[in-house]
């Protein structure tokens, strides 16, 4: 094989044109690595539909490190996660937190997708939406049917009106042994 040493000095390889550089097996270690460019760039595993062929960026070693993914881009794409065949698993081993300037959008496309917002806290609030930075501030829920089921007590305060408004049916309230019908 060909061994490079410069002990203590640099080695630079400096040219206008392209380096190109092709092997099996490839490891590069460093105390710092630096790979920048000016135009754009990639770094990809061509898996040919093979199994197991992961790209792994990873931090490891505890200690107070960090994952820094960061883009200086305007565009609506300026960070873009694509799972385009699989699925996308986000997973902390404390908070998530998650904050934008402007709006945040969960959708799913599909007939049958679902989203769950799913909490296992025992006591206390367990699920919070705070949505009142001004007594004009709405949540606005849309639905085809509205399906609400409370293990404990069930609390609606209301600092001013409350309507309950049904178009085509009779409003019911029942207590477990009472029913009261508002036709």
Do not use: P, R
Not at 11 to 37: E, H, K, P, R
Not at 80 to 101: K, P, Q
Not at 136 to 155: K, N, P, R, Y
Request: glycine content about 12%; hydrophobic content about 40%; cysteine-free.
């Amino acid at each position: 094989g060909v061994n490079i040493a410069g002990n203590a000095a640099e080695i630079d390889i400096t040219t206008s044109g392209a380096v190109d550089i092709n092997s099996g097996a490839f490891t590069l270690d460093g105390s710092t690595v630096s790979i920048d460019g000016t135009d754009a760039t990639n770094l990809t595993v061509t898996t040919g539909g093979s199994d197991a062929k992961d790209l792994t960026l990873a931090v490891t070693g505890g200690g107070d490190s960090s994952l820094l993914l960061s883009s200086d881009g305007t565009g609506s794409d300026a960070v873009s996660i694509s799972a385009t065949a699989g699925s996308l698993d986000l997973n902390a081993g404390d908070n998530v937190t998650i904050d934008a300037a402007d709006d945040i959008t969960l959708t799913t496309t599909s007939g049958d997708g679902l989203i769950s917002l799913v909490s296992a806290h025992t006591a206390g609030v367990a699920f919070h939406i705070d949505a009142d930075a001004n007594a004009g501030s709405i949540v606005d829920i849309d639905a085809g049917i509205l399906d609400i089921d409370v293990t404990g007590a069930a609390t609606i305060d209301s600092g001013s009106t409350m309507t309950l408004t049904t178009s085509s049916a009779a409003l019911t309230l029942t207590d477990g042994t009472a029913t009261l019908a508002i036709n």
